[in-house]
């Protein structure tokens, strides 16, 4: 398996720009979760989904941030605009549930974000 | 509310000097706890799942352990591949937190040869 896919491994943006950061979760995985990782934070979970539906996006930092999840193989997490407290490491992770058993999640090799 | 809180944030050892890294959590009704090797500029890297008080688990030099309110990355005769810093997780049983883990700040450790 190739595990969880994201692109791009590293991104640097202007200041107001937009920036779409894009992942593959395992193939057969029904949950995708989208995280934030900074020192000062550790990892946030931002929102995740079950079966491409929208659960919990009570992470989500602002407006500014929307993430959707098209089909079952992709999905994408948007900031628009971006600013400098936005530079952070991103990552996707995926699971399935499995009956009576906690839910491991397979993490992505993650999104290093600048925003100057 | 569910709370992770790992110690020491920081560790520096020998190489072959054994030692434990800690994970104190609260959770209303604990689903699973578990451990993460997180290398530089890598995403984390499952380790181990625990489910119940008692259970142990090892891999290679490492042994996982959970009481009822806290887990024990036990680490034997450490070598400097295994410098990398160590997340602690919990999932609870609620509903509201179907699929949601609540990660510790990490432990960083440093191998020296």
């Known amino acids: 398996d190739a595990g969880v896919i994201q692109s791009p491994r590293h991104e640097v943006t202007e200041m107001g720009q937009e920036v779409t950061l894009r992942c593959k979760p395992i193939s057969g995985h029904d949950y995708l979760f989208w995280y934030r990782q900074t020192m000062m934070r550790g990892l946030e979970l931002l929102i995740y989904f079950n079966n491409n539906v929208p659960i919990d996006d009570s992470g989500m930092p602002e407006d500014r941030f929307s993430a959707k999840m098209p089909n079952a193989s992709f999905s994408t997490l948007k900031i628009q605009p971006s600013e400098p407290r936005d530079s952070a490491v991103y990552f996707c992770?995926?699971?399935?549930?499995?009956?009576?058993?906690?839910?491991?999640?397979?993490f992505g090799p993650g999104t290093r974000l600048t925003v100057l | 509310e569910d709370q992770v809180t790992q110690s020491p944030e920081a560790l520096r050892l020998q190489e072959g000097e054994s030692s434990s890294l800690n994970c104190s959590y609260t959770?209303?009704?604990?689903?699973?706890l578990f451990w993460y090797r997180q290398d530089p500029g890598k995403g984390p890297e499952f380790l181990f799942t625990?489910?119940?008080a008692g259970e142990e688990k090892e891999k290679e030099r490492l042994k996982a352990t959970l009481t009822k309110k806290e887990s024990f990355l036990h680490i034997t005769a450490p070598k400097p591949e295994d410098s990398a810093t160590y997340l602690c997780?919990?999932?609870?049983?609620?509903?509201?937190?179907?699929?949601?883990?609540?990660f510790g700040q990490g432990t960083t450790l440093q191998v020296k040869p």
């Open positions: 992770a995926s699971t399935t549930r499995k009956a009576g058993a906690p839910d491991t999640q397979y």
């Open positions: 625990l489910y119940s």
């Open positions: 997780a919990v999932q609870g049983r609620g509903s509201s937190n179907t699929g949601k883990l609540i």
């Open positions: 959770v209303s009704g604990l689903r699973g």
